[in-house]
């Protein structure tokens, strides 16, 4: 259950969206529901099918609701760094990631904010205690699973699901993890912004959730992020 002192800090939930229109009201609309008071910005790049311009829409009546757009599509983590830098401007405690397809339920944002009172990074892992992922097929399954046994034996990191992008930082993880320097553009951020903050030392933990693969619009998965990702292991093993 949603504890409203939790809400004493400023939270921003940043959502990065690339033609999710199918998703992006309801999404919205959940997450008000389940963490009411935080913040959220959509960081947008250029969807051609308008989902930064229902989420303009929608922020005209919602002052707690902010769209940053972008360009072009530069790939996932060059719309979380520019979200991340955004919050960073601005007085915000904790900063959640999330993506706007339902397949992180926001049901679960209140535990990981929660978690956080106590944890620099709390990750929603699909693989702390077991397996919860709903709706793969069995190769998709076997490939991330099989990414988090990769990571960890060549990186070292004490993480289950290293791959993971349902995320609440501290905002000091972020400010001093120098994400100018974070060179993953694909589903890689996920595991190199992991990986730095663990050699800071800060503390991480884990706490289990369930994965639904989204019901609506279409993933973003493609052999080069899947490549980009198997180098970047190989980077941070030397790295450490």
């Known amino acids: 259950m949603f504890e409203p002192t939790l809400m004493n ?23 008000h529901q389940h963490l009411p008071g935080a913040h959220l910005l959509i960081v947008d790049d250029n969807s051609p099918d308008g989902t930064g311009l229902i ?18 599509k530069e790939g996932l983590g060059k719309a979380y760094v520019a979200g991340f830098q955004w919050a960073l401007q601005r007085d915000y405690d904790f900063i959640i990631q999330t993506d706007a397809d339902f397949s992180h339920d926001p049901k679960d944002l209140p535990r990981l904010l929660e978690a956080a009172q106590t944890t620099d990074l709390v990750i929603g892992s699909r693989y702390k205690g077991g397996c919860r992922v709903l709706n793969w097929p069995l190769p998709r399954l076997m490939l991330s699973y099989g990414a988090g046994i990769y990571v960890r034996l060549l990186t070292r990191l004490p993480v289950m699901d290293p791959t993971g992008g349902f995320k609440c930082f501290n905002r000091k993880v972020l400010a001093e993890i120098e994400l100018e320097h974070i060179a993953a553009e694909g589903y890689g951020f996920q595991i190199e912004v992991t990986h730095t903050a663990w050699r800071k030392g800060f503390t991480i933990k884990e706490i289990p959730i369930i994965f639904a693969d989204r019901v609506a619009g279409t993933s973003k ?3 080069a992020i899947a490549k980009e990702a198997v180098l970047l292991v190989l980077r941070l093993a030397f790295r450490r």
């Open 221 to 223: 998965m493609s052999l």
């Open 55 to 72: 989420a303009d829409r929608l922020a005209v009546e919602d002052l707690t609701l902010h769209v940053l757009h972008r360009e072009q």
């Open 9 to 31: 800090n400023k939270v921003l939930v940043v959502v990065p969206t690339y033609n999710e229109k199918e998703n992006i009201e309801s999404f919205i609309s959940a997450v």
